[in-house]
């Protein structure tokens, strides 16, 4: 491939991880909403039907931001080895070791939040 051509694999790469990383943020944040207005309190069924769709939506979110991170790693390979890289696929390649915050950090995150929210939906003592 050519460098022009792994830049715009890596932009496609990078566009994957944002997208896969807003619908469950706003997912998360809806539940927060939701439990402001008293999700907490409604039936069983409701609370657990939240729980999987969260947990769905989460490991779908995750797969997705893992696959395209694991892209993207393929793209900085192959960036770091051509000859004579431009100033971008240098600043790309820069970049490399921060996309793991996406393959590890962010679905880490992700579980400490919805350890969290099943919390406030299960264990909530109003």
């Not at 100033?87 to 679905?107: D, E, H, K």
Request: glycine content about 6%; charged content about 10%.
């Amino acid at each position: 491939m050519t460098e022009s051509d792994l830049i715009n694999a890596w932009v496609k790469a990078r566009g994957h991880i944002i997208a896969a990383q807003a619908a469950p943020t706003f997912l998360l944040t809806a539940i927060v909403g939701f439990l402001a207005l008293g999700l907490a309190t409604a039936d069983p069924m409701v609370r657990i039907a939240t729980a999987g769709i969260l947990l769905a939506s989460g490991i779908l979110g995750a797969v997705a931001q893992i696959a395209a991170a694991n892209e993207g790693l393929a793209v900085i390979a192959d960036l770091r080895a051509l000859q004579a890289p431009s100033s971008l696929a240098q600043c790309i390649v820069a970049m490399g070791r921060w996309v793991n915050v996406v393959r590890f950090l962010t679905p880490a995150i992700f579980v400490v939040v919805y350890i969290a929210l099943l919390a406030a939906l299960f264990l909530s003592t109003r």
